[in-house]
């Protein structure tokens, strides 16, 4: 029977950062979704940057930010007693770093789809920006909303390289199913380490299809 630690704990990480990019996305994009001046778009060029960084890179950044020595990692330990470096916190923080870029872009991509002639009609009704976003904003994007949080899911599930920079592999502690699929094959043990690799693909293609098959009902919803 092999030893499911390393799934629970990719489950824990992988759910509580998104349950984070779940808020943050949906306020950012909320944010920004209708600007559309210079210091807009380069606050969206940070919020996206994880994309095409490499995640080593990503992690090695994050490493230096919170480690203690500096303001905000010294603030996390010291003021919070929450250290980052090498615990399951640290594992939670590089997974929402690196998903957050794709819940905010299908969020975002799903409040711009929205007709504002709607949004509009609403406002010259005397219904408040905040009515508008809970009533109509919101539920009319339900499905990019959903495909971003299914795709940052599965993101911070599969991530690796932040993770392994910014918690460190510590068994039953940070050794997310990634991480424990590189040390298995790296101590030789192949056949351990193709359970999770399955495990991995399998959930992959199941989010994949998923997402594929609410695009292709809102195509023929649409036609």
């Known amino acids: 029977m092999p030893d499911i630690t390393p799934f629970w704990i990719s489950l824990k990480v992988a759910i509580s950062s998104t349950l984070i990019v779940l808020i943050l996305g949906i306020l950012i994009a909320r944010w920004l979704y209708q600007r559309h001046g210079v210091m807009a778009r380069v606050i969206e060029s940070f919020i996206v940057l994880p ?8 992690g ?11 303001p905000l990692g010294h603030f996390f330990t010291q003021v919070l007693h929450i250290p980052v470096v090498f615990t399951l ?31 509009n009609t609403a406002r010259t009704m005397g219904a408040s920006e905040l009515k508008i976003f809970f009533k109509l904003t919101l539920p009319l994007s339900k499905r990019a909303v959903l495909s971003g949080v299914m795709m940052s899911f ?47 693909v399998a959930f992959a293609i199941t989010v994949i299809g998923t997402i594929n098959l ?3 009902e809102r195509f023929k919803e649409g036609t």
């Open 51 to 58: 994309i095409v960084l490499p995640p080593t890179v990503m």
């Open 60 to 70: 090695f950044i994050l490493l230096i930010i919170f480690s203690p020595k500096y």
């Open 89 to 119: 916190t640290g594992a939670i923080i590089a997974s929402t770093i690196v998903s957050l870029p794709l819940m905010y872009q299908h969020t975002v991509q799903g409040f711009r789809n929205i007709d504002t002639k709607m949004l």
């Open 154 to 200: 599965a993101r911070a599930i599969g991530e690796f390289g932040a993770t392994l920079m910014v918690a460190g592999y510590i068994p039953n502690k940070t050794n997310t199913l990634p991480l424990e699929i590189y040390f298995l094959v790296e101590q030789g043990k192949e056949n351990q380490a193709w359970l999770w690799v399955i495990v991995l």
């Open 214 to 216: 609410m695009h292709r």
